[in-house]
């Protein structure tokens, strides 16, 4: 009985967190997305905490110069290995990444 318990509990622990995957992005007790929690969750992994990581030729986004709305276009349609988060992100949500990712030069 112990052996089973031993063999389920990590499956059990790895859908667990695999489910969390596929879990709504965080939003704000007025609904609005929070930006840090999105970008922690979908851009942190390739362009770092700091937006300075450039992992899988990530662009360093504090020293980016693009636009607000080139922004918004470039993480909904995607560009080079970045895929495209238009089908994975609300608008609002990718507002909320792209004014948290602005964000970055300026404060750190």
Do not use: W
Request: net charge positive.
């Amino acid at each position: 009985m112990i052996r089973k318990a031993s063999v389920i509990s990590p499956l059990v622990l790895l859908v667990i967190a695999c489910g969390n995957a596929m879990a709504p992005s965080p939003a704000a007790a007025d609904g609005a997305p929070k930006g840090a929690q999105v970008y922690k969750m979908h851009c942190e992994l390739c362009h770092g905490a700091n937006g300075k990581l450039g992992f899988n030729d990530a662009k360093d986004l504090t020293a980016s110069v693009l636009s607000r709305a080139e922004m918004i276009m470039q993480v909904s349609n995607g560009k080079g290995k970045m895929m495209p988060y238009k089908n994975v992100l609300t608008a609002k949500e990718v507002e909320a990444v792209v004014d948290y990712t602005r964000t970055l030069g300026k404060t750190r």
